[in-house]
């Protein structure tokens, strides 16, 4: 069955230093991956998305993830993380099945220390 | 363009009754899916509807139900509430047969008690 590990429930970070999340994914294709940001009292929004191609994508807000194929992960990285950033973040996997789903994972949440 | 507006922002409800909660994606999207998210379980795919029609469903009990009206509208039912049902239940849309990105609306938090 399709699923997404976030195995950090929670990661806290100074601001100015760099943040990585990390994302494992199980599925038995290609994957369609996804990271997407929930912060207090807002929707979820896309950061970034991977179909093919280019195996470093970049999103926005200056995020960006490594789709590895070999380890079924797609971590999100920033260099330099901002109070702003801290928020919720979720990785998903689109998964065509029928339709298409997305299937996300149980979320990390990112506190920033000043 | 609106977003994707979810309503009631937030209902409580007791043991037992039923709910409705309502969906409106953003114009031109044809496909919507529900989910429900609770604190440590991220978010649990309920259903998804294209053209009036359910393409996929998570793995939840016959209580929870939906529908898509052809104006691409969608309704969510939970019948017989329980304490676990309490959730805070997110519509998204989506343009695209591929459904490659979902847009979200803020979502409804359901209480029961």
């Known amino acids: 069955a399709q699923s997404v590990t976030q195995p950090d429930i929670h990661i806290t970070v100074s601001e100015g230093a760099s943040l990585e999340l990390r994302c494992n994914y199980s599925?038995?294709?290609?994957?369609?991956l996804f990271w997407y940001v929930q912060s207090p009292g807002q929707g979820l929004q896309l950061l970034l998305k991977?179909?093919?191609?280019?195996?470093l994508v970049q999103g926005i807000k200056g995020f960006e993830a490594e789709f590895k194929r070999s380890q079924s992960s797609f971590n999100l990285r920033k260099p330099s993380v901002h109070w702003s950033d801290a928020a919720e973040y979720f990785c998903?996997?689109?998964?065509?099945?029928?339709?298409?789903?997305?299937?996300f994972g149980a979320g990390t949440r990112l506190f920033v220390k000043a | 363009k609106a977003g994707v507006t979810q309503t009631p922002r937030y209902l409580i409800k007791t043991r037992g009754q039923q709910v409705t909660l309502s969906c409106s994606p953003i114009?031109?999207?044809?496909?919507v899916s529900w989910y429900q998210q609770t604190p440590g379980q991220g978010l649990q795919f309920l259903f998804e509807?294209?053209?009036?029609?359910?393409?996929n469903k998570g793995n939840f009990p016959g209580r929870f139900s939906g529908r898509q009206f052809s104006n691409s509208r969608s309704e969510m039912n939970v019948s017989t509430l329980e304490l676990g049902d309490s959730a805070l239940y997110l519509c998204?849309?989506?343009?695209?047969?591929?459904?490659?990105?979902?847009?979200f609306g803020s979502g409804t938090q359901l209480s029961v008690l």
């Open positions: 114009s031109g999207h044809r496909s």
């Open positions: 599925y038995g294709a290609t994957p369609y």
């Open positions: 998903a996997v689109g998964v065509v099945a029928g339709g298409f789903k997305t299937i």
């Open positions: 509807y294209f053209s009036e029609t359910q393409r």
């Open positions: 998204a849309s989506s343009p695209d047969l591929a459904n490659e990105k979902l847009f």
């Open positions: 991977y179909f093919s191609g280019d195996t």
